[in-house]
């Protein structure tokens, strides 16, 4: 079983920045990928972005490329969620998953195995 706990969200004004973290704990080993993901009210969860275990490999969603970085601690039980250059249309409550063995549907909720219970992001204009 395979825990995950986020942080770091909170209410910021256009243009700032947050830092989300992921702590997993549990069993974890053999992870594939950790993926975020966000959810505002009344819209479908999207795809934030997302890192390989092995080889750090990043993909990122269209709307938040070259404004977010996703990057992980050696120990690998840490993943962090840079968002820079945020507005309004980023509040949401974000989520990181954990997808347990080999997908390249690293975009689609579907595929991941564990989820956190999501941090508040608030972006004010």
């Known amino acids: 079983q395979v825990q995950l706990v986020e942080s770091g969200g909170g209410l910021v004004q256009a243009g700032g920045s947050l830092r989300l973290s992921c702590a997993a704990s549990?069993?974890?080993?053999?992870?594939?990928?950790v993926g975020w993901f966000r959810q505002a009210p009344g819209n479908e969860r999207e795809f934030v972005g997302a890192i390989s275990w092995s080889g750090g490999t990043t993909y990122y969603g269209d709307s938040v490329k070259c404004r977010f970085t996703i990057s992980r601690e050696n120990a690998w039980k840490t993943v962090y969620l840079q968002m820079n250059s945020l507005n309004p249309e980023d509040t949401a409550v974000y989520y990181c998953?954990?997808?347990?063995?080999?997908?390249?549907?690293?975009?689609?909720?579907?595929?991941?195995?564990?989820w956190g219970q999501g941090t508040q992001v608030t972006v004010s204009s």
């Open positions: 998953a954990v997808r347990t063995y080999y997908t390249d549907r690293y975009y689609s909720g579907p595929e991941y195995d564990y």
């Open positions: 549990g069993r974890t080993l053999s992870y594939y990928l």
